[in-house]
């Protein structure tokens, strides 16, 4: 590579790539504060420092960051639940990886407007979700499933009534309509799952759980 060709030590693609994650967390954090109403071409360029020739360069349209950005939150979302330590006991497992979910939410309430929010009330995040099964609750019922014989039509509609119960009560939880304390709303959460899936008794580990 000749060194006409690079400039600070990037090259045309590393540059690009940069502009990319800076437009990325720009409408991210727009995203999160606005809804999809505040993710404008100009306000995303505006947010990262860009001028509005690279907001074409990494995107064709507004509809295209708003998708890109819900992956990027899943992504960041399914790192958190990749690095929790799950006990055996599959109720004490649950409910570590849904109070996992919960501090993701609650360390910056932006993610649970990306993820749970807008897709209740933006046409385009409403469909992407529909094609891709929120993230967070695929990674529940597969943990819980794990070994079972549930045939795919059975996943299906358990996966569309925990995408509906969970992302209500996480939603109600940061509006303030459900003020529990974080166990209590961990406890919730793990109770709805075993009663979707039919899988557990109510009250195996539930209470050991919180103090061990």
């Given amino acids: 590579m000749s060194s006409a060709r690079l400039w600070r030590g990037q090259t045309l693609a590393d540059r690009s790539t940069d502009r990319r994650e800076q437009l990325l967390a720009a409408a991210e954090r727009l995203l999160g504060a606005g809804g999809t109403s505040a993710v404008t071409m100009r306000a995303v360029v505006r947010e990262a420092g860009l001028s509005p020739r690279y907001f ?3 995107f064709s349209s507004t509809e295209e960051v708003v998708t890109a950005v819900y992956d990027r939150v899943t992504a960041q979302l399914l790192d958190r639940i990749a690095a929790v330590d799950r006990p055996a006991d599959p109720r004490r497992s ?8 919960r501090g993701f939410f609650a360390d ?11 897709p209740l009330a933006d ?3 409403r ?7 929120p993230a967070f609750v695929e990674a529940v019922l597969a943990m819980v499933a794990e070994g079972s014989s549930y045939t795919p039509e ?7 009534a925990l995408t509906g119960a969970l992302v209500a009560l996480y939603v109600d939880h940061i509006d303030g309509r459900l003020a529990l304390p974080p166990d209590e709303l961990a406890d919730a959460a793990v109770d709805l799952v075993f009663a979707v899936t039919g899988m557990g008794g109510p009250d195996t580990g539930r209470r050991g759980a919180r103090h061990d």
């Fill in 127 to 133: 469909a992407h979700r529909a094609a891709t099964v």
């Fill in 94 to 101: 649950a409910r570590a990886l849904l109070d996992a979910i």
């Fill in 123 to 125: 046409d385009v995040l």
């Fill in 108 to 118: 910056d309430p932006g993610r649970a407007r990306i993820l749970l929010r807008e």
């Fill in 56 to 58: 074409y360069e990494s």
């Fill in 154 to 160: 059975r996943l299906a509609v358990m996966s569309s």
